[in-house]
């Protein structure tokens, strides 16, 4: 039934895919049963056949009883289905030992990404230290846990089966970070910090070969129209084995390294 969405690639996206089938059914089924007893009232109580109107009305309660169903169906997928999938998104947040996280700050048009590093402690960041070019995130570099933090730009690379715990926020407009496979959906505020959290279950390279396309990206949308240049405000989200994550981010610490000694020299 629900082979027309997205690829799905975290652990909560099949509940979550399931909620979204039922809420269907059962729009389905109110769609196709208004409109049938539209047309039967519209035949049963036409003019032809009652010339003069009839003030008692309908006395059958068949309709009490049919809304009554409807009310008890909505509820079960609002108490029952939606409210436990929601509570679960923030109200049991991942320990951040257990996780992988992540800072996003978003900006028109691109996603900074912000790793804490080995030391798992995000470095000391200030507006004053922004610059758009060498520095979008305002890092400074000078704070002792900024040493080893890894920054990118619109590439986002996560471990699978563990909890990527995400902390969003925005340097300028509203903007939604949406990461279909992931079925995450989050608007970015300026000003406020937004925490999302999911288990990422398939790596890119098994994708590709589910899908037998060797080109197949996930990626970061910007699902808020924020500004002329929205529509290229796309990133991409890479996932690895943990070791291939392991073997990436000790990449990004020796790049770190040959940067600073570099910075000695000139
Ligand atoms: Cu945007």
Redesign the pocket.
């Given at each position: 039934m629900t082979s027309w969405l997205p690829q799905l690639a975290s652990e909560h996206g099949a509940a979550l895919d399931q909620a979204l089938g039922l809420v269907h059914v059962l729009m389905a089924v109110l769609f196709v049963g208004w409109g049938a007893f539209f047309a039967y009232v519209l035949l049963r109580f036409r003019r032809r056949r009652h010339p003069a109107a009839d003030y008692r009305g309908i006395t059958s309660h068949a309709s009490t009883w049919v809304e009554g169903a409807v009310a008890v169906a909505e509820a079960f997928l609002l108490v029952g289905l939606s409210m436990p999938l929601w509570a679960d998104r923030v109200e049991r947040l991942p320990p951040p030992a257990e996780s992988t996280r992540v800072r996003v700050v978003?900006?028109?048009?691109a996603w900074n990404v912000h790793y804490p590093g080995p030391d798992g402690v995000f470095g000391r960041t200030d507006v004053k230290l922004i610059d758009t070019q060498s520095n979008p995130l305002g890092l400074d570099r000078e704070d002792p846990a900024a040493k080893d933090d890894v920054t990118t730009i619109n590439q986002l690379h996560l471990p699978v089966d563990r909890p990527a715990r995400l902390t969003l926020t925005?340097k300028d407009?509203?903007?939604?970070f949406a990461l279909q496979e992931m079925r995450v959906k989050q608007d970015?505020i300026p000003g406020i910090s937004v925490e999302v959290w999911f288990v990422p279950k398939v790596t890119t390279d098994e994708m590709r070969a589910r899908l037998g396309n060797p080109d197949y990206n996930y990626e970061i949308s910007?699902?808020?129209?924020?500004?002329l240049?929205?529509y290229r405000?796309r990133g991409f989200v890479t996932l690895h084995r943990p070791e291939a994550f392991q073997a990436w981010m000790d990449e990004q610490q020796a790049q770190l390294g040959e940067a600073s000694e570099e910075s000695i020299w000139n």
């Open positions: 978003a900006e028109q048009f925005s407009v509203i903007h939604s970015v910007c699902a808020q129209l924020c500004g240049g929205h405000m």
